[in-house]
């Protein structure tokens, strides 16, 4: 399946979630550096801007589940779809919006990915036992280029993320703020855009995606929790100062993948056999070879899978444009292997993936809109003198 196929190119000339924040930046009066793509994205000049992204917010998603957000619903009419990027996965996609960047540039290119030289996976979300997040990603973050132009940056989220990989490696710059519930995280948000004339502020929320995994982005739990999220929006909206912009986006959809419609690597020998490592991406698995393995490997899961996937060598998905452009550091981050799957299909590897992930109901990952296609929700600022 390529880009195109699945409803949102990757390569296409409209903007992605790549250019979110880079264009809020511009709307505060903070140019792009010249190494830089221009953000394919315009927004009205404002003094303060909040962003909030919702985890697992797909724009599909919205549409269909339209009646429990009245808010969002109301912000539809202008609301942007727009490709998040390849691999659809949380890590990934955070790399994506603090950066401005492409996943082949950003070097965040998957849930799981190798880690050059030592024969290991790194899980970028947990960030276990990994590498320097600031040599891994070294890429000046948009918050750190806004705050060195002056204008003060606050990033509100759940304390465990101060100071974490992920954060340091994709989303650095200004200052944190923990707080636990929406609630609070809202008060907390709506305190720092008031104590500043000029600020950037970043809410994150991730229970919506959490409940979707577990139950099911169709289940009425999702449906629960995105009215939970919709009414803190909307008292966020009608708080904020009369120059204050707000842009609400997500990191990636999701489907509901029933368990019987699961491949276990696990359980085939063909899909274990030269497959030395199978990243945990149950939507989007790349596998790394055992030396000089990788046709054969290719041939078998090609063979097992059949319709449901499409398998392709890691050079080909670079070709295909999936990660951007890529730099040659990066590369070998990439799996030799590169698996998209299509409908509600998915491939686990039970020998090392924990049983509460094998459990998850909600997966994202691969390429179907639903998976890839995000909002940007635009809220311009009332008055900018």
């Known amino acids: 399946m390529t880009a195109a196929e699945a409803g949102l190119p990757l390569d296409a000339d409209g903007p992605g979630l790549a250019d979110v924040l880079p264009a809020v930046a511009v709307s505060l009066g903070v140019p792009t550096p010249g190494d830089r793509p221009t953000p394919r994205l315009e927004l009205a000049p404002s003094r303060r801007s909040v962003t909030v992204l919702v985890d697992g917010l797909g724009h599909d998603l919205l549409v269909r589940r339209a009646g429990h ?12 779809r727009v490709p998040a990027g390849f691999p659809s996965t949380t890590a990934t996609s955070m790399g994506t919006f603090g950066t401005g960047l492409a996943a082949g540039a950003h070097g965040l290119v998957g849930y799981e990915v190798l880690v050059p030289g030592e024969d290991r996976l790194l899980n970028e979300l947990s960030w276990e036992d990994g590498p320097d ?45 923990a707080a636990d519930t929406l609630a609070a995280r809202v008060d907390a948000t709506l305190a720092a855009v008031r104590a500043t004339p000029r600020a950037l502020v970043h809410l994150y929320w991730g229970e919506l995606d959490k409940v979707g995994h577990v139950f099911g982005c169709d289940a009425w739990q999702w449906g629960d929790e995105l009215e939970a999220v919709d009414r803190e929006l909307a008292r966020l909206a009608a708080s904020l100062p009369r120059d204050c912009s707000l842009t609400v986006t ?89 698996v998209v799957t299509h409908g509600p299909f998915a491939v686990v590897d039970s020998r090392r993936a924990r049983p509460e992930l094998l459990a998850l109901i909600g997966l994202h990952g691969s390429l179907s809109a639903d998976e890839v296609a995000v909002p940007v929700a635009h809220v311009p600022a009332a008055d900018v003198a």
């Open 133 to 177: 997040p600031l040599r891994w990603q070294p890429h000046e973050t948009v918050f750190e280029r806004v705050h060195r132009s002056g204008v003060p940056v606050t990033r509100v989220g759940p304390a465990y993320f101060d100071g974490s990989g992920l954060t340091n490696a994709a989303l650095r710059g200004g200052r944190f703020a």
């Open 250 to 338: 997500a990191d990636h959809g999701m489907v509901d993948v029933p368990l019987h419609q699961r491949v276990d690597v696990a359980d085939d020998p063909r899909l274990a056999a030269g497959a030395r490592h199978v990243s945990a991406e149950f939507r989007a698995p790349q596998v790394w070879t055992e030396p000089g393995a990788a046709d054969d490997v290719r041939a078998a899961w090609s063979e097992v899978l059949g319709e449901r996937a499409q398998v392709l060598g890691r050079e080909e998905a670079v070709a295909a444009g999936w990660f951007g452009v890529v730099d040659p550091t990066n590369l070998p981050r990439i799996g030799d292997l590169v």
């Open 69 to 80: 957000a009245p808010f969002l619903r109301s912000l539809l009419p202008t609301t942007r």
